[in-house]
């Protein structure tokens, strides 16, 4: 079916989804410098922009011969949110944007990426002072992460292969104010949960360094990862580091709370985050051609496999599936929904860094070995320097109080 759609695509003449489209710098920077563009105002959640944001992707999974897979035969999944905006709530309709690979295959692999951002401002979470009115373009947050959802789309319903898995591409709202587009897609499944055999995240793939070079979370979700990445990395040169945790402040938390596989790719934390300088002409679409390679590669050994991946509960990853690259973790489940400085802790895992520490719900980390943490993305980018073994400080408030514990990881 997908090559009699896309056959049909070329004799009308849509541009660029041709068979055996690579996937080229090119590409990705269209798709960046118009979602990021001033022209969509920032994609709040629920904003004109989000829309206008939605429109385009719909129209690319089409022209992508995806079939819709949203609601009442469309490409779009609309939920409801409630935002507060200068304090007051407001009630409004967001909506997830889904379209679907079919191949005929009894598991689907969920190919996935936040498209909101932060609009004007007005909506929780600018880090740039007196921000109000000003757009947040979020080129790489994440923008970046929308041009790899479109790029794969078009990769696989292009190639001259049928994979025996389908795949569901799913572009995420209301990411921003707390997940709550894929926390409402995995409680409204347009495809059942499962025969989800594994979800890829991208959130942040914009400015990827070869130096650093990627942070792979999700590692313990599954002992599949550790079996199948390190050689694709290796053969593609590229450096990485893993975090074991199947929770993060992005959308691959969302099915990994319903025992699903997950992997999210991200290239770091950086100072325009959340800020307004966070435009298109920073991202590295060069980089991001490269992950994204890598993740097609990760994909055709999937499908390859003889076995689905197993789920396991992270933090307990198989033995094979670690590395010298390998990073440690805390045992918290941060408070997505907490918008000041710090991380907020919403739970403790028993016996794990954290609660040997003394770390309760509630606490608000504001500095861990010595390194200020203003974002999630500050938490991760410390816990990617350290090792097993290794004691550092947390600073944290209590309440109203300070306190200084010594955790050791």
Not at 104 to 118: N, P, R, S
Not at 140 to 149: L, M, P, R
Not at 345 to 363: E, F, H, N
Request: charged share 20%; aromatic share 8%.
């Amino acid at each position: 079916m997908k090559k009699v759609l896309l056959s049909a695509a070329l004799l009308m003449g849509v541009s660029g989804y041709g068979f055996a489209q690579k996937i080229t710098a090119a590409d990705v920077k269209k798709h960046v410098d118009l979602l990021a563009s001033d022209e969509f105002e920032g994609r709040g959640t629920a904003t004109l922009g989000e829309i206008k944001a939605a429109n385009y992707i719909a129209d690319l999974f089409k022209k992508s011969g995806l079939k819709p897979a949203g609601t009442n035969g469309t490409y779009f999944q609309p939920f409801q949110v409630t935002a507060g905006i200068d304090g007051v709530a407001h009630q409004m309709t967001a909506r997830n944007v889904v379209g679907f690979l079919d191949n005929g295959g009894e598991k689907t692999i969920v190919i996935g990426g936040h498209f909101d951002h932060l609009g004007k401002g007005y909506q929780s979470g600018s880090l740039s002072p007196d921000s109000k009115n000003y757009i947040h373009n979020g080129a790489d947050d994440n923008a970046s992460g929308t041009a790899g959802v479109l790029e794969l789309a078009k990769y696989f319903s292009s190639n001259e292969a049928k994979e025996k898995h389908n795949f569901l591409f799913i572009a995420f709202s209301g990411e921003e104010l707390g997940l709550l587009g894929s926390k409402y897609y995995t409680e409204n499944p347009t495809v059942p949960l499962k025969s989800i055999s594994a979800m890829i995240n991208m959130d942040m793939i914009g400015r990827f360094n070869e130096e650093k070079g990627i942070i792979i979370s999700g590692w313990g979700t599954s002992p599949a990862w550790g079996a199948i990445i390190p050689d694709l990395a290796k053969k593609q040169s590229m450096k990485y580091t893993i975090d074991s945790s199947g929770v993060g402040a992005s959308d691959h938390t969302s099915f990994y709370l319903k025992n699903i596989p997950v992997l999210q790719f991200f290239t770091g934390g950086h100072s325009d985050y959340h800020k307004i300088s966070d435009d298109a002409d920073k991202v590295n679409a060069d980089g991001e051609v490269k992950i994204l390679n890598l993740i097609v590669a990760l994909l055709g050994k999937l499908d390859n496999e003889k076995s689905e991946p197993a789920f396991l509960t992270a933090g307990n990853p198989h033995s094979g599936a670690t590395t010298s690259n390998f990073k440690v973790t805390l045992g918290v489940m941060p408070d997505y929904s907490f918008s000041g400085k710090g991380l907020k802790i919403d739970g403790v895992s028993k016996a794990r860094p954290a609660d040997v520490a003394g770390i309760l719900a509630g606490d608000v980390i504001t500095k861990l070995a010595g390194k200020t943490i203003n974002t999630i993305y500050d938490y991760m980018e410390i816990l990617a320097e350290h090792e097993k073994g290794q004691q550092v400080e947390a600073e944290l408030l209590r309440g109203a109080e300070k306190k200084v514990v010594k955790v050791t990881f």
